[in-house]
């Protein structure tokens, strides 16, 4: 029987904030020495024994993790939870829960920041400047595509679509969206309209996904739809990298027939990432470390987010980001 302080097993160092709530709540909390993902075999010797385990998305949380800790709950550090056999956790009755709303803001900021970089060649500029190859103003030096009045075309109308659809706003764009339903005060606040996937593929000048990985999503920007695209469209994916198709996306620019491409997430990533972006022209893909999230407010709130759902949990109470209900035991009789 366990005496002690119950063990919380943190698999990445995240915002002291987070850190800090646990330990106030009497956890004794663990956390990965090393600044890396660990492998299979390292994760399921760091959690053992863990009352609750506080994941990344590069965390893979299986039946074997979660047999080796015992956790009764696993909060994840992430909007998403496609790590996570959630499937599983739910059979064993763990907990398992996300850190939803907190990122929407940062992520559309990234999102714009990335597509205004590759609209208009801002990261190859500073290229040119710190190469010294700046050799004055030229008509033709760094042309790129304007952004005010296009068609603008968003895939996922969640938290972050809707973000970014009303940044788009102020830049007077026509705004297209797909999703599962109609969103009648995003269309009211924006001017915003929903038609079907193909169509709005055909007709933005900029899409941008915002979709989370299911297996419904998986590869949803076909080769077939990415063919469809306008001759010169931007592709801006801070979604996930596989509701893509990156080898459509590859040939599209090698053939000529996309504007560009900017990315904050890949196909395989972090250890199998398509080397092959990193020597497309760079006036013509921009690449981001991951970092929709990354600010120190963002990061720091989620790690709040992610502690206090896990804490509400190992001491009884139900998390307020639940997303395995039925993990729960039912509070009625």
Not at 13 to 26: I, T
Not at 79 to 106: I, K, S, W
Request: hydrophobic letters at 45%; proline letters at 6%.
């Amino acid at each position: 029987m366990h005496t002690g302080p119950l063990h919380v097993a943190v698999t990445r160092r995240v915002p002291e904030p987070g850190l800090a709530l646990l330990r106030e709540a009497g956890f004794e909390v663990r956390v990965n020495p090393h600044d890396r993902v660990l492998g299979p075999d390292e994760l399921r010797a760091f959690v053992a024994g863990a009352a609750g385990l506080l994941t990344t998305l590069a965390d893979r949380v299986d039946a074997a993790v979660l047999e080796a800790s015992g956790a009764r709950v696993v909060a994840n550090y992430a909007v998403g939870f496609n790590n996570v056999d959630v499937a599983e956790a739910t059979r064993r009755g763990v907990a398992v829960t996300n850190t939803p709303d907190v990122l929407t803001e940062a992520s559309a900021d990234l999102t714009w920041a990335l597509l205004l970089a590759v609209a208009r060649r801002v990261v190859e500029g500073d290229a040119m400047m710190r190469a010294g190859a700046f050799h004055g103003w030229a008509p033709l030096l760094l042309l790129g595509a304007d952004v005010h009045g296009k068609t603008l075309g968003i895939v996922g109308a969640g938290r972050i679509g809707r973000a970014v659809a009303r940044r788009a706003v102020g830049f007077g764009m026509r705004i297209l969206y797909a999703g599962r339903r109609d969103q009648p005060d995003l269309e009211a606040q924006t001017g915003a309209r929903r038609v079907p996937l193909d169509a709005l593929v055909r007709e933005a000048d900029f899409l941008t996904l915002h979709c989370p990985l299911t297996p419904e999503t998986r590869g949803l920007l076909s080769r077939d739809l990415v063919a469809s695209m306008k001759p010169g469209a931007f592709v801006v994916n801070t979604a996930r990298g596989e509701v893509v198709d990156e080898d459509a996306l590859l040939d599209a620019l090698a053939a000529g027939r996309l504007g560009g491409v900017a990315l904050d997430v890949y196909r395989g990533e972090p250890d199998a990432i398509d080397p092959r972006w990193a020597r497309v022209d760079p006036s013509r893909v921009v690449l981001a470390p991951h970092i929709g999230s990354a600010t120190h407010e963002t990061r720091a709130a989620m790690a709040v987010l992610a502690a206090t759902d896990l804490r509400l949990a190992l001491t009884g109470q139900r998390p307020r980001h639940l997303v395995n209900p039925d993990a729960w035991p039912s509070e009625t009789p």
